[in-house]
C-alpha cells in the first residue's frame, strides 16, 4: 500500500512539474491530488497497523481507509480538471461492496486515471463499472496513445495488478485493438473456497 501510494504521488508529482509553465491549472490539480493521496496513504497505513495490532484498545483503533466508489466523483472531477473527459457507465445492480473490494476498485481507478494524464495524452475517457452477483468489473479505456503506462519506470500497473490479486481477482492493462489503452479488473465479491 505504501509503495503504490509513492508511486501515485510521484506520478501525479511528475505531471504537476510537467505542466506548471504551460497549465498552471493543470499543475494545481496535480498537486492537490498528491496532497489527497498522501492523506488517503498515511490512513490506509494506519488501518493495516491497527489490524496487526488487534489486541490495542478500541480508542487506539484507526478510521476505516478513506477512498471507495462512494467518492468516485471526486476522482472524475480531478482527471476532468486535468483536461481529459470521463464518461461513466454503470451496469448491473450496484449494492454496497465488502469494504475490501470497494476500496481495491477506487485504488485502481485512480491509479488508471492518474496514468492516464500522465502518459497516454488523451482527450477521454470511459469508465464501466459492471455489478454482478459475483464480482466486480471495472474497465478503464483511454484514446490517447496506446502505449505502456509504465514505460516511466513506474509501478502503476503493478500496484493495481496486486490489488486486484490480494482479492483473488485479475487485471490486465494493454493497448486497446481499437487504439488507447485498457485497464480491466475483475474482482470477485466472495472469497473462493
Known sequence: ???????????????????????????RAALTAIKKIS??????VKTILGILRA????????????????RLAELIGTAEAGGVR?????AGDPRPLPA????????IIQEALTNVLRHAKAQRI???LEHNPSRLLVRIRDDGAPTSADTQGGHGI????????????QLTAAPHPDGGFEVCAELPLRAPR
Open 158 to 169: 503493478d500496484g493495481m495488478g496486486e490489488r486486484a490479486r490480494a482479492l483473488s481477482g
Open 126 to 128: 470511459r469508465l464501466t
Open 100 to 107: 475490501a473490494v470497494d476500496l481495491a476498485a477506487y485504488r
Open 39 to 44: 492523506d488517503d496513504g498515511l490512513t490506509d
Open 55 to 70: 489486541d490495542a484498545p478500541a480508542d487506539e483503533q484507526p478510521l476505516a481507509p478513506r477512498g471507495g466508489l462512494d
Open 1 to 27: 500500500v505504501v509503495g503504490h501510494a509513492m508511486a501515485t504521488i510521484s506520478v501525479q508529482a511528475g505531471v504537476g512539474l510537467h505542466v506548471l509553465a504551460e497549465r498552471p491549472g493543470q499543475a
Open 86 to 90: 470521463v464518461e461513466l457507465d454503470v
